[in-house]
């Protein structure tokens, strides 16, 4: 009877790590289809956050976009017309992974495969809520993005 019990409980576990791993469980190893964002570093200052726009960013063309890191965290900021940038959270709405993909206009979670326009709306869940957007204010080559 022991053995029996024993058994019954490794079927369940098997049963539930299963079905965990179906749902994507959090794992960070689901595919991707969009290649990494790149990475560049700004100042944080109070609800502020500085950077630097010059030929060699990131940022330099129109359509471009980067994962911008400071000692306050990460923000997603895209370059959408000469003089226009978007500034996102690069927390998933859906689990909290870092948004850490690009290409084409579209930021995408490589956790579970969530997409997000520039402006922050879901193209693609499972998140259902759009990204946090931040004003911002450009006088080139500074980009000043306010973060509250």
Do not use: K, W
Request: proline residues 3%; hydrophobic residues 35%; charged residues 10%.
């Amino acid at each position: 009877m022991h053995n029996r019990r024993e058994f019954c409980q490794g079927l369940i576990l098997i049963s539930i790590a299963t079905a965990i791993e179906a749902c994507g469980g959090g794992s960070s190893t689901a595919p991707s289809s969009l290649p990494s964002i790149a990475t560049i570093n700004g100042s944080a200052s109070g609800n502020q956050i500085q950077l630097t726009v010059d030929g060699s960013s990131s940022l330099a063309a129109v359509g471009s976009a980067a994962r911008v890191q400071t000692s306050a965290g990460s923000v997603l900021v895209a370059r959408t017309a000469q003089s226009t940038f978007t500034a996102l959270t690069a927390i998933c709405t859906h689990e909290g992974c870092t948004v850490d993909e690009f290409q084409g206009g579209t930021y995408e979670c490589s956790c579970h495969g969530s997409q997000f326009s520039t402006s922050g709306a879901v193209v693609r869940g499972p998140a259902g809520s759009p990204l946090r957007s931040f004003a911002t204010s450009y006088a080139a080559p500074n980009l000043t993005i306010t973060i509250a």
